[in-house]
């Protein structure tokens, strides 16, 4: 059975002919035949002469709509050979700028021209990469450059590991990072189940798909990205530091590595790798409160930190700050560790308020229907509910007020641990400007469209997510112009795209 179906790309509505059918082992299919296309301008239908000739040779001819006269059409055709222009350029010119393109050149020198066109459709566009054809019908980019979905799907299983490889190690030998690279780890989840890379694991975005884990090194000094690699989806981030490093260091050997970190990343073996002397790596990393040396340190300020020598200003406010010397214990060695101590007095009083009208609550909840299936787990962490033959309710309801008390005591406090920064204020600003490697997190999966992997296997995905990546350089170039020049008062980066 067939029917005619519409498609909407880009300006243009498509008509294909579609046909259900079984295959030979009784599962259903489909094929789609595109057989013509509407007008965008005269709202006619344009159907192929192929689909003409077909359907007269079978009897049921097609009548097709007379076409407007030519001259009717002279000022359409002007339209339609103009094309964009200022979008492209201020990419190829921050591109030429930061060394991008001339490395791109050296690189791939035979498909630069295409890898730069996709990089730039996904930096300017919100659009799946099917529809970079279309755009670039309307942008004037390099001649000669035409990337229909066949030319990208080749395009992307060409790209060989080794070439990412040789981009990267030229790339961070060109930035050579001298101050802290921010380290983080983020998922990204997909529809195919024919990548190897994917798998079902602890999803950041609590979504019920398969993913993959990207992890990426950018730049707290250059504001760029470095470095990125991927691993599968059960991987912890606590067993990726070890395999990201032996990866940036096989390809910059002899590179100063000094990485900070969220607390994702803490675990006594990894402070122990960091300290290892076959590879020392200079650290600044959150410890969480699930660790006792982070508990025993605060416990240890909790009624001295808050006076006026211990006051740090930051943007959000002062807070208290205080910097203790602890020694790390390893097998081979024991090391001194330089340990920071902060309270933040405001967040403290603004955690307990929000704590305690959630268990408020709670307990009305509790008392009004302690059988809700979906606030079980909530309920047993929190409060005792018991049944009483006394109480008009058939139950009574307590809070767990050591509990509460417990989940208190780490409200508005934080440690950072470091081998090297012993003022708390440097430890601090630093940690601070971690948020720049969230933020690319940010803009990859969301601005660039990398949230969902739309392809097909592993080789396809790698080389996606490195057009994401060149694309995030290409974005983090404009991110740092518009600050320069103050743009951001007057445009958003999409309203300037747009501009432009």
Known sequence: MSCITKQHIGKYTYLYESTSFRNAEGKPRNKKVRIGKIDPYTGKTVYTEGYLRRMEEAGTPVKQEPLPPKDACQATEILDSSRRFGSFHLFRTLAEDIGLLPMLRSVFPKKFAEIFTLACF?????????????WLSQTAAFPLVKLPSQRISELLSSISLRERNFFYQQWMEKIQEEKYVALDITSISSYSQLIHGCEWGYNRDHEDLPQINLCMLFGEGSRFPIYQTSYHGSLKDVSTLRATLDEVTALAPGSNLRVVMDKGFFSSRNVDEMLSPKRPVHFLISVPFTSSFAKKLVESERHSIDRLGNTILTSDGAIRGVHKIRVWHTKS????????????????????????????????????????????????????????????????????????EDKLRTCGWMVLLSDTVADPQEALDIYRTKDVVEKSFDRLKNTLDLNRLRVHNDERMENKLFLGFLALLLISALHQRMQSTKLYAKYSMHELLLKL
């Open 333 to 404: 060695r024991h090391t001194k560790l330089h340990a920071h101590v902060y309270f933040n007095p405001v967040k403290a009083v603004k955690e307990r308020n929000k704590l305690y009208a959630y268990v408020t609550e709670l307990r009305k909840e509790a008392l009004h229907d302690p059988g809700q299936t979906c606030l079980q787990d909530e309920f047993r962490k929190y409060l005792s509910i018991r049944k009483s033959a006394s109480d008009p309710n058939g139950h009574t309801v307590t809070v767990k007020e050591d509990v509460i």
């Open 122 to 134: 996904l930096a300017e566009s919100e659009e799946p990469l099917m529809y970079c054809e279309e």
